[in-house]
């Protein structure tokens, strides 16, 4: 096999959650130009449909719009099957689903708190627990990617716990997984993306000061493309990653070395 051809997905079968916008939108470009046919899921239905039209045309791939929310088991299980019933199997799995409070530790209350351990770790988990047991009843070497944050690694002036502990169990859950199911030729990785422009971070990038502190913080001076996570998305898919388990690989213009 050559090198090129250690990238390619297809004939593969992927699921990516949080698509209704942002980085969701980039790995599923991602995956289905690779080759791959892809599940995707949000909560917000009108744009999952939409996004799910745009990505298909624009790579000849299918691309299948599913509403769920990943706090909620039921959803979870109905995703999983309605990929196993479309596609035949789950080869790849993409956790992108996320949300953030910004509430320090003083205001946020116990409620808004669970709401984002619910999605973007307890989500992930239960995903991932149900993705995995329908790739070893299949005997499929899958690939799990968890998309947390430098924020999972490093803490800074956002007032924004609830997300900091989040994405730092999402590490160390990645690391646990990769271990538990590297027998089974299951890897579990996880990538960890610097401050790029998207629905989420709208709200900060246009905070002059705060976009003067991140730039300040990266070494390369900017703010990433969506675009240059799309190489390591199908790096990790594929099996040209095929011996790295329980990784994490920062996409961060240099911050983790700073």
């Known amino acids: 096999m050559g090198a090129l051809d250690l990238f390619s997905l297809k004939g593969k079968s992927a699921i990516v959650t949080g698509v209704s916008s942002g980085l969701g939108i980039t790995f ?3 995956l289905a130009e690779a080759g791959a046919d892809v599940i995707i899921c949000a909560r917000r239905v009108e744009k999952l449909k939409q ?3 745009k990505i298909a045309a624009k790579t000849g791939r299918k691309i299948i719009p599913v509403e769920a929310d990943v706090s909620k088991e039921e959803d979870i299980i109905k995703l ?5 019933d479309s596609l035949g199997k789950i080869d790849i799995l993409i956790n992108n689903a996320g949300i953030v409070n910004s509430k320090s530790s003083i205001d ?5 708190w669970d709401q984002v351990i619910d999605i973007n770790l307890t989500g992930t988990f239960l995903l991932s627990k149900y993705a995995i047991k329908s790739m070893l009843e299949k005997k499929i070497k899958g690939s799990v990617i968890n998309i947390t944050s430098i924020y999972g690694l490093f803490g800074d002036i956002l007032p924004v716990p609830s997300y900091y502990a989040s994405k ?11 271990v538990e199911f590297a027998g089974s030729g299951i890897r579990v990785n996880a990538i960890a993306p610097g401050v790029f422009p998207s629905e989420m971070t709208t709200d900060i990038l246009s905070n002059e000061a705060l976009a003067s502190h991140f730039k300040a913080r990266t070494p390369m001076g900017r ?5 240059e996570l799309k190489g390591v998305a199908v790096f990790l898919a594929s099996d040209a990653s095929s011996y790295i388990t329980g990784h994490i690989v920062t996409v961060d213009g240099g911050w983790s070395s700073a």
């Open 80 to 84: 999983v099957k309605t990929c196993e």
């Open 168 to 178: 730092g169990a999402l590490v160390n859950l990645t690391r646990a997984m990769g």
């Open 108 to 112: 946020i209350t116990k409620q808004e």
């Open 223 to 227: 703010f990433g493309d969506p675009n």
């Open 28 to 30: 599923t470009e991602a």
């Open 51 to 53: 996004n799910a039209e």
